[in-house]
């Protein structure tokens, strides 16, 4: 199994006697999963299994799922709202007593919106409604399995931009490893000459410079965070090359990786490990927006 994105656009069209219609569904990221639905009116019997649908697909993503209707003209019939029209006869009869103005036409209050509704008439009877709902359902489910080979196909392409950035983080930690080798030589010659200068003429404690070195090579000591660097890295390229839903796991190591990073930095008493700290720092940053797009 493929690493899996949780980018990804699908649709799927449908037909049921008259009927037509169109599923388009989105996909971005996300921290679960998050379906939304966009379905006409009178069609809110479909929701519940539309969002079964998704959860045996889906393990993370905001998905956006839209149903566009379209029909023929013998599919639709004509209703009034008689409610809404008993409500525009009240007001406009208070209106012409008020003003004096000509009452108002038939025609008129039907073309208020609200009064002379637009309906679906296939679906009217349970049986036939029934039959509808499952035909549309079966179109989102084909939507969704386009939309779990879009997401394939991208989280294939993460999962390359991945592998690449871990190992750009493991070539700098094992860079980082040799110029760390070097530093408590660095240290001693810089203290020593620092001394010399402050000193000059004068001679110095050797046992008290030894002490100075020990100390300053201790607190610069970035082996630890080396190793921890190194392992994140082979832990990071094995759920890589798992292909399991290790979205919220890279996301973690990610921030491991950079509070290591950051230590190496502050620990740093020379110009090129810091450069790489931060060179460190830039591959990390690339890694973690990358596996937040990890389902």
């Not at 069609?43 to 839209?66: K, P, S, T, W, Y």
């Not at 038939?106 to 036939?128: F, R, S």
């Not at 090579?217 to 090359?241: G, N």
């Not at 931060?278 to 890694?287: C, G, H, T």
């Amino acid at each position: 199994m493929a690493l899996v994105s949780m980018t990804g656009f699908a649709d799927a069209q449908g037909a049921f006697d008259t009927l037509r219609w169109r599923w388009e569904v989105r996909s971005v990221n996300g921290r679960g999963l998050d379906l939304r639905l966009r379905i006409p009116p009178g069609m809110d019997g479909i929701e519940a299994a539309a969002r079964v649908l998704a959860a045996d697909r889906f393990r993370r993503g905001n998905i956006q799922a839209v149903l566009n209707i379209e029909s023929s003209e013998g599919a639709r019939g004509l209703r009034i709202d008689t409610a809404a029209l008993a409500q525009a006869v009240k007001l406009a009869t208070q209106i012409a007593a008020e003003t004096g103005l000509a009452p108002a036409r038939v025609d008129g209050l039907l073309a208020l919106k609200g009064v002379l509704v637009q309906e679906e008439t296939l679906g009217a009877e349970a049986p036939a409604r029934a039959a509808r709902d499952a035909a549309i359902l079966e179109t989102l489910s084909l939507a969704f399995e386009a939309l779990t080979r879009a997401r394939a196909m991208e989280g294939a392409k993460l999962a390359a931009v991945l592998l690449r950035a871990a190992e750009e983080i493991g070539r700098l930690t094992e860079d980082a490893r040799r110029l760390a080798a070097s530093q408590p030589a660095a240290l001693r010659d810089k203290l020593r000459a620092q001394l010399r200068d402050l000193f000059e003429g004068v001679s110095a404690d050797e046992e008290r410079i030894a002490q100075e070195i020990a100390l300053l090579a201790l607190r610069a000591d970035i082996r630890e965070e080396l190793d921890r660097l190194h392992a994140h890295v082979q832990e990071a390229q094995r759920l890589i090359a798992s292909g399991e839903a290790v979205g919220r796991k890279l996301d973690f190591l990610s921030q491991e990786l950079n509070r290591e990073a950051n230590t190496l930095c502050s620990k740093s008493t020379d110009i090129p490990l810091t450069r790489l700290g931060l060179a460190m720092k830039a591959a990390i940053d690339r890694f973690r927006e990358q596996a937040q797009n990890v389902e």
